[in-house]
C-alpha cells in the first residue's frame, strides 16, 4: 500500500491554515508571509527554494528544519489542489502560467492536480504536473501508480487535505501551529470533528514558538 | 497596578473553549471532559477539587501540574463569567444555587461573578461570590480593590475572557491547547486577528499531548 503523506501544514491558532484574499501577488491572502515565517529560515527551504542558489547549504538545523526536511524525503509524487498551483480560477484562459516555481519547481516527480478543468500534461524541469478532475480516492490511485513503489505527499491547499482526510486516506499528518489569530481565511478542521479519535499523536515545541504535531494513522498505513 | 492573570484555558485545536449544549449536567457541553482531560491527573486538581479528600498529596507533578498550580498562587480574587458559576439564564428563579463547588469552593477569595441580573452577595465556605453588572475595566477595578494587593484570576469561560482580551485588560494569558477537534461550541479567538502582537508568547509541549502557552503582555503589566 502507499502511504499519503501530509508535511508542514500550518495552521493559526484559529484553526486557519490560509488567509482571506488569495491572488496572485499574495498566495496566502492576508496571512501573507506569518504562516510561513517557521519555514524560510530553515536549510530545507533555503536549499529547494531555488531562488538563491548561493545560499545552498546555509540555513538554520533545529527542529524546524528536521520536520521540514521530511517532506522531501521518499516521495514519488505529489498531489495538490489547484490553487496551490496557481491563483487562476474556472476555465483556464491560456495555458501560459507554469506555476509558481519557475523553470525548476523543487518537486522532481509527478504531481497530480485536481482540477475540474482539465489541460495538457505539463512538464517543467524535472517535474510534470497532470491535471485532472477526481476524486480522492481515484486521485491517490493514480498518484500511486506515479509514485512507483514511493509515498505520495498531498500538498495542499488546506481544502484539499480536509476531502482526504474526511476520505479517511491520509497516514501521516504533519502540521504546524503557529502562534497567531489570522481571524479569517481558510479553516482546515471544518466537517472534521473528532477526526483525531484516528490517529496517534505526538507533539513538539520548537523553540520558535511554532508546534510540530505528527498524526500518525491507527491500524497502520494504507488502512483506510 | 494589579495583574491580571488567565490560567489552565482549554481550547481545541479548532479553537473551541468549550462545547455546544452547555446544561447542569454538561458544563462542558459536548466536548465532555475531553478539555480538561490534561487536568484532572494534576496533583493541583487533586489537592483543590475537594471531590476526594484522602487523595491529598497524590496526582503527577509534571509540567502540567507545574503550570496548573500557577492558577492559585498569589491571587487575591477572581472575576468569572455567570456560566461558570451555573447553568442558569436570566433572572434567577431563585437563590439556591451556590455555584458548582459545594460548601467549600476552591477559591477562598472574593469572586466577582458578571451577570446582568445581579443578587445579593453569597458567602460559601471561604468564599464570597459578588454578583455585579460590570463593564470589563470596572469589574477589573472592583475585583482588584478586592484582591488587596494580590493579583486577580480571570476565571472565564471563553467569552468573559475574549472580551477581556479585547480590553486590552489581560497581563498574562495561559491557555492550553488540547488535540482534539471540537468541531462545535464557543470559540475563543472570534474578532481577536491580531491579538497575539501584544504580547511575547512562550510554548511547552507536554508528555501527555498537550501544549501550555503563556503569553505576557508587552510593556508589562497593567499597561492597558
Redesign the interface.
Known amino acids: 500500500m502507499t502511504t499519503l503523506r501530509v508535511h508542514n501544514l500550518a495552521?493559526s491558532?484559529?484553526?486557519f491554515a490560509t488567509g482571506e484574499g488569495q491572488a496572485l501577488e499574495t498566495p496566502f491572502g492576508h496571512a501573507g508571509h506569518r504562516l510561513m515565517d517557521w519555514y524560510f529560515p530553515t536549510r530545507t527551504f533555503v536549499s529547494t527554494s531555488g531562488h538563491d542558489a548561493e545560499a545552498v547549504g546555509a540555513g538554520t538545523r533545529g527542529v524546524d528544519d528536521a520536520f521540514a526536511a521530511m517532506a522531501w524525503q521518499g516521495i514519488g509524487a505529489e498531489i495538490m489542489g489547484r490553487r496551490k498551483f496557481g491563483p487562476q480560477q474556472g476555465e483556464w484562459e491560456d495555458e501560459s502560467w507554469r506555476g509558481w516555481w519557475g523553470e525548476e519547481p523543487p518537486f522532481h516527480t509527478p504531481v497530480v492536480v485536481l482540477t475540474h478543468h482539465p489541460r495538457p500534461d505539463l512538464a517543467v524541469g524535472e517535474t510534470t504536473f497532470l491535471f485532472r478532475d477526481l476524486p480522492p480516492a481515484d486521485a491517490l490511485a493514480l498518484a500511486a501508480e506515479q509514485a512507483e513503489g514511493l509515498d505520495v505527499r498531498l500538498g495542499g491547499g488546506p481544502t484539499v487535505v480536509r476531502e482526504f482526510l474526511q476520505a479517511g486516506l491520509v497516514d501521516h499528518l504533519h502540521f504546524v501551529?503557529v502562534?497567531?489569530?489570522?481571524?479569517?481565511g481558510v479553516?482546515l478542521?471544518?466537517?472534521?470533528?473528532?477526526?483525531?479519535s484516528g490517529f496517534d499523536?505526538?507533539?513538539?515545541?520548537?523553540p520558535t514558538?511554532?508546534?510540530h504535531?505528527v498524526w500518525t494513522r491507527r491500524g497502520g498505513v494504507g488502512s483506510a
Open positions: 495552521i491558532l484559529d484553526g501551529v502562534p497567531i489569530v489570522l481571524g479569517r479553516r478542521w471544518d466537517g472534521l470533528e473528532g477526526i483525531e499523536i505526538e507533539v513538539t515545541a520548537s514558538g511554532v508546534v504535531y
